[in-house]
């Protein structure tokens, strides 16, 4: 996925210094596309027209039309955010999550590029992550589309998940197929992350475009549909 870069000019009233500083928008969403599959067992997105540009056309004025599309999909489709109600019925569903884990977060990049269970020791101190998003790039996501990405896909351990509890991470994200190993039923990084509060981020992309030692700070926003646990989001990390 590419990345828009401008350029801001400012002056600061001392000296009047003039610094220039680079900001470029990093998107890490998949497309959503008809029949594309995201996890294996669940269909892909239906994608049709409710309503055509020629059906419109013969009711507006001359050179005036337009185009409704419908999409019928499981919520896990694509790039998705989990909330705390996708595992706990008591918990806030997308509707009701906190905003200020979602908009404008500082955010900190974590590599465990050739790791598979990925425990704590990869993360940098608690300290450091307390207040933010934390996103785990591993590098997987260049398996999208094929089926090296439904296998030994990386994962975190359930010491990573409470280490992040414990630290106040605001969000977690990964760009692999699923935070947990999908082989342990306990699933203890989905039940402990979602259980304190911490909305999940699975199928990220473009992690890589994000470099270390720059201020990155993420956007990401599901539509805020009640009763519902999981919704593709646009992750969208602002970058300088």
Do not use: K
Request: proline share 8%.
């Amino acid at each position: 996925m590419g990345g828009y870069r401008r350029s801001i000019s400012l002056w600061v009233p001392e000296n009047q210094e003039r610094i220039t500083m680079s900001r470029r928008i990093v998107d890490l969403s998949h497309p959503i596309e008809q029949g594309m599959i995201t996890y294996p067992g669940l269909p892909g997105p239906e994608i049709t027209t409710h309503t055509s540009r020629e059906e419109s056309a013969g009711r507006l004025a001359d050179g005036v039309s337009f185009h409704i599309a419908t999409i019928r999909m499981v919520a896990n489709t694509g790039t998705y955010l989990d909330a705390p109600f996708h595992y706990h019925a008591d918990g806030p569903d997308l509707a009701a999550l906190p905003l200020e884990r979602l908009v404008n977060v500082p955010t900190v990049v974590v590599r465990a590029h050739g790791e598979r269970a990925i425990g704590p020791e990869v993360f940098p101190s608690p300290e450091s992550l307390a207040g933010h998003a934390v996103l785990v790039d591993t590098g997987h996501s260049r398996h999208w589309g094929g089926e090296a990405y439904f296998q030994d896909a990386p994962y975190l351990t359930a010491d990573a998940a409470t280490m992040l509890v414990t630290a106040g991470a605001l969000l977690i994200g990964i760009d692999s197929l699923n935070i947990d190993d999908v082989t342990d039923a306990a699933r203890p990084a989905h039940h402990g992350l979602l259980g304190a509060g911490i909305p999940i981020m699975e199928h990220l992309t473009a992690l890589e475009q994000l470099p270390d030692g720059v201020p990155v700070r993420l956007t990401v926003l599901p539509a805020p549909v009640r009763g519902m646990g999981t919704f593709p989001v646009r992750a969208v990390a602002i970058v300088g």
